[in-house]
């Protein structure tokens, strides 16, 4: 089986969380993103942050990790041999010799129902008398989500995972004449980086506007994909809506699609109890036990992830 994508979607439930605040008069510090349909949501770029921060902790604890790292975001590398950040996130350099597009991207995470948005009452307290004579006291709502199962999904191209791709142009006409790729990790380390991400997407812990709150996106339901071709189509799986007998076709024809072109797939659901059912290639089974089995899959013999040719210059056809 050759593995050229990973789409990991997954239902976390979340309480008395602010999200990721949106902006209104006050800014992030009141206000909750919300949707036109009353959904609240996590924008993509949380989304990412989130996942970054657990692929940082998770490399720390690596022993194989190496001399790697996963640079701040505020100042990434364009070392991709080093920098977890810079090989899964991409980068952009003004050279058009080189370009990086992201391995990884990420949805934004939305409530799969209308969510009941509360407001708690905020009140700045004069603390010095002297100092704050001339300053009025405070006051400030913000807005928290009562509870609200949170719809997120992440897609992984796996040949794109430490590898360079590259283009050369013609001096004169400036017509690009020859696209390559360089391998710049050996197969061990690339394997691990898929893991790396893999194991992310269940250890979402820092948003960052709940630093001392304990929101999680930890998923309560998963479903993930070893596909055979890149495709994001399993992120819509749980995607939300109120006409739920379409959902439950869509998804019976997602897996059906999925089996036809050989890809393996792996569901995973806290709320159900555990029989472990080996169903056309999905485990039905708890959160952990289909990421448990995803991990074996991706171990098993004849399992190959998917590598781009590389260091050979190959030339485009010509247009028709």
């Given amino acids: ?34 949707r036109p349909d009353d959904r609240v949501y996590i924008s993509g770029q949380m989304q990412r942050h989130a996942l970054f921060s657990a692929i940082e902790r998770l ?13 701040n975001g505020d100042g990434p590398s364009t070392v991709i041999a080093t920098d977890l950040r810079s090989d899964l996130g991409g980068f952009l350099i003004p050279k058009p010799t080189e370009r990086r597009i992201a391995p990884v991207t990420a949805t934004m995470a939305v409530a799969s129902q209308r969510s009941e948005v509360g407001r708690d009452l905020l009140i700045r307290l004069k603390q010095n008398p002297n100092a704050d004579a001339n300053q009025n006291q ?5 807005e ?17 995972v430490g590898v360079k791709k590259a283009f050369n142009y013609e001096p004169e006409t400036e017509r690009h004449v020859q696209t390559y790729y360089e391998r710049c990790i050996v197969p061990a380390e690339h394997k691990r980086r898929i893991s790396l991400f893999l194991e992310a997407t269940r ?12 929101t999680s996106g930890e998923p309560q339901k998963v479903l993930i994909v070893l596909d055979t071709k890149m495709s994001r189509k399993a992120a819509r799986y749980f995607a939300p809506t109120d006409d739920i007998p379409a959902q439950v076709a869509e998804q019976q024809n997602i897996l ?11 569901l995973g659901d806290d709320t159900k109890p555990v029989n472990g059912d080996l169903l056309k290639g999905a485990i039905r089974n708890s959160v952990d036990g289909a990421y448990q089995a995803a991990f074996a899959s991706l ?8 590598f781009p040719a590389h260091s050979h210059p190959t030339t485009p056809e010509p247009a028709q």
């Fill in 1 to 34: 089986m050759l593995i050229k994508s990973i789409t990991v979607t997954l239902i976390a439930p979340m309480s008395d969380h602010a999200a990721n605040r949106g902006e209104k008069l006050l800014g992030n510090a009141s206000s909750i993103k919300k």
């Fill in 59 to 71: 490399n720390e604890d690596a022993d194989d990790r190496g001399n790697t790292i996963v640079s």
């Fill in 138 to 142: 405070a006051l400030a709502t913000n």
């Fill in 144 to 160: 928290f989500s009562q509870r609200d199962e949170m719809v997120m999904s992440f897609h992984l191209d796996v040949g794109a």
């Fill in 203 to 214: 250890s979402l812990t820092d948003y960052a506007n709940q630093a001392r709150n304990a």
């Fill in 256 to 266: 059906a699609e999925l089996e036809a072109r050989g890809a393996k797939y792996f």
């Fill in 299 to 306: 171990g098993e013999y004849g399992t190959m992830l998917y």
